[in-house]
């Protein structure tokens, strides 16, 4: 996500700690290269403008070129100027003080409304509500079951539309809601058409579902790898149609980031949430700041540790660390880790969250794949209890047993024990001693 945009301003704020002092010269450098960075990710033009001259004043204020370390002070100044242009601080999804809250999603064609339908119901359900899909796409044939399909997989109720209905949208309105009264839905999600080009027609149609729905969020859907395109539409829908927030979505497949950079300002509009794969569960709620961080490889540590309090005993890690510390960590543990790692959500996810490079730097090598956690379970689940704490006995035979207990081949179990051992390896390296002892 957003690498090619990520590595060119990290390589900026490498060279800026590579220098003593902040000079005139080092920084004109230095402002040289984040343009050159946000130009070539397809920023806009004036956002790149604003960006680089904010950082230049406030660089080259006295009180930074004389503070201790002038270079963290610059790059502290870019990572803020980054939170602005993403939306500053978290704006997080309106519901109606009444509910239901209908949510309406607008966009073009193939930006990902529907998906993100679908994961916006995964999320409401996981925040305790008990949401209701609707189509009022009409365009496409299949859209109606198309949702419907998502919403069964994911045990949410569907409500559909037909041409017929929509013929007279105040009395769609009123079927609806009859239908949803009394049955406590909260929110609403409104999956709309998508058009391939803004047309009058499709302006027409989503003002008046607009109008008869009164939606508490009127959310534009933009597919982030379509760069500035996707913020020109955004700007068409505000016009027109009027919008209050925006969902970006295939973040995963956009190296460039410039839809991200840029839509805030252009449409004066938050990001809420940005969709990053095809399943359901690839929805983020979206944090300037956070975002912010990830892209300069400062990690995403804040959102790890959330999701770590959620998830992980905290004693059984305390305890973990322990036996880290005096190396007495066995595939029993191993086991424990794993299960962990699991209920976190995917271990790409997690990986991507780390900082690049310190004690981390050796983490990617583990080459552990989300299906490989379950296998790798189910392999150590195969093993006796003498094998699992003492994992050097396991000779071939043994091998062999627990490959046939565990349904996995052989080969399945020789790389288990291989990166056990090789983790092992990897902890007794004095990068990760460090900051295992930085741990409470
Ligand atoms: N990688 C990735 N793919 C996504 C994401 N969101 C949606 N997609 C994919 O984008 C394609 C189009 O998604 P839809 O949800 O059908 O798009 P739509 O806006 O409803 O399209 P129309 O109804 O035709 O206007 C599908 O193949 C989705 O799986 C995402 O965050 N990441
Ligand atoms: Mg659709």
């Not at 679908?118 to 189509?135: E, Q, T």
């Not at 949702?147 to 009123?174: C, H, N, Q, W």
Request: charged share 30%.
């Amino acid at each position: 996500m957003l690498d090619q945009l990520s590595d060119r301003l990290q390589s900026v704020l490498k060279f800026l700690r590579g220098e003593a002092k902040v000079t005139e010269k080092n920084m004109a450098e230095a402002l040289r290269m984040i343009r050159l960075a946000l130009l070539e990710a397809d920023v806009n033009y004036k956002v790149v403008k604003d960006f680089v001259e904010r950082v230049r004043v406030k660089a080259l204020d006295q009180a930074v070129l004389d503070s201790l370390s002038p270079a963290q002070q610059v790059i502290k100044i870019v990572r803020d100027e980054l939170v602005a242009v993403l939306g500053g601080s978290d704006k997080p999804l309106t519901f109606a003080p009444a509910p239901p809250s209908i949510l309406m999603l607008v966009g073009l064609q193939g930006s990902g409304k529907t998906t993100t339908c679908g994961k916006l119901a995964r999320w409401a359900k996981g925040i305790a509500k008990n949401p209701l899909v609707v189509s009022f796409d009409l365009k496409r044939p299949a859209a109606q079951d198309q949702l419907a399909m998502i919403a069964e997989s994911l045990g949410v109720p569907f409500y559909g539309m037909t041409a017929g209905r929509m013929a007279d949208p105040p009395a769609a309105l009123k079927e609806l809601v009859a239908h949803t009264r009394n049955r406590g839905f909260d929110p609403l999600l409104v999956d709309t058409a998508g058009r391939l080009h803004i047309d009058e027609e499709l302006m027409t149609e989503l003002r008046l579902v607009k109008d008869t729905l009164k939606p508490v969020e009127t959310i534009y859907v933009g597919d982030a790898m379509t760069g500035q395109d996707a913020v020109k539409s955004a700007q068409a829908f505000e016009e027109r149609i009027g919008l209050t927030s925006i969902i970006l979505t295939k973040l995963d497949g956009d190296a460039r980031g410039g839809a991200a950079l840029s839509i805030v300002s252009a449409t004066g509009r938050p990001i809420k949430f940005i969709g990053v794969g095809e399943k359901y569960d690839k929805l983020e709620v979206f944090h300037p700041d956070r975002m912010a961080s990830r892209i300069l490889g400062m990690g995403d540590i804040l959102s790890l540790i959330e999701k770590a309090e959620e998830t992980v005993d905290l004693k059984e890690a305390e305890e973990m660390v322990r036996k880290l510390r005096r190396q007495e960590f066995t595939l029993a543990d191993f086991r424990k880790q794993l299960v962990q790692v699991r209920k976190m959500g995917s271990l790409s996810q997690i990986l991507g969250s780390l900082p690049r490079g310190g004690p981390f730097k050796d983490v990617s090598k583990l080459a552990l794949d989300d299906r490989k956690i379950v296998q790798f379970e189910a392999i150590i689940n195969s093993m006796t209890a003498e094998e699992r704490a003492g994992p050097r006995i396991i000779d071939g035979r043994r091998r062999l047993r627990i490959a046939r207990g565990s349904g996995r081949p052989v080969s399945d179990v020789n790389q288990l024990l291989k990166q056990f051992f090789e983790m092992g390896r990897m902890m007794k390296k004095p990068g990760f001693t460090k900051m295992l002892s930085k741990l409470p």
